[in-house]
């Protein structure tokens, strides 16, 4: 059973910057592919980004892609989401996945952490 918790969420003007990070415990860490979804109010989940076990290979969602990236570090059980140039509808709840498989579906994800709270106001 993989534990996760993220932290790092806040309130950060458009355009600014924020971090997200995201620690494991319970589990082979190293074995996972990790993702980060969100979810804004009244609106489902929401892919958003996902990196391989190593490291090695990420993926955006097309709405995130040149200003999130996601990394991970194996040693710390942790994986980062470094978002930049944040706009109004990138305000959302904010969660974490781990999954055996690579995916964008939220099925796919078998351990989700709580969530932290993104706000950008305008």
């Known amino acids: 059973q993989v534990q996760l918790v993220e932290l790092g969420g806040g309130l950060v003007q458009a355009g600014g910057s924020l971090t997200l990070s995201c620690a494991a415990s319970g589990g082979t860490f190293g074995m996972y592919v990790m993702g980060w979804f969100r979810q804004a109010p009244g609106k489902e989940h929401e892919f958003v980004a996902r990196?391989?076990?190593?490291?090695?290979?990420?993926y955006y969602a097309d709405s995130v892609e040149g200003r999130f990236t996601i990394s991970r570090d194996n040693a710390k059980n942790t994986v980062y989401l470094q978002m930049s140039s944040l706009r109004p509808e990138d305000t959302a709840v904010y969660f974490c996945a781990a999954a055996l498989q690579s995916g964008t579906d939220r099925g796919t994800y078998d351990y989700w952490g709580q969530g932290t709270q993104v706000i950008v106001s305008s």
């Open positions: 990196v391989s076990p190593s490291g090695r290979w990420t």
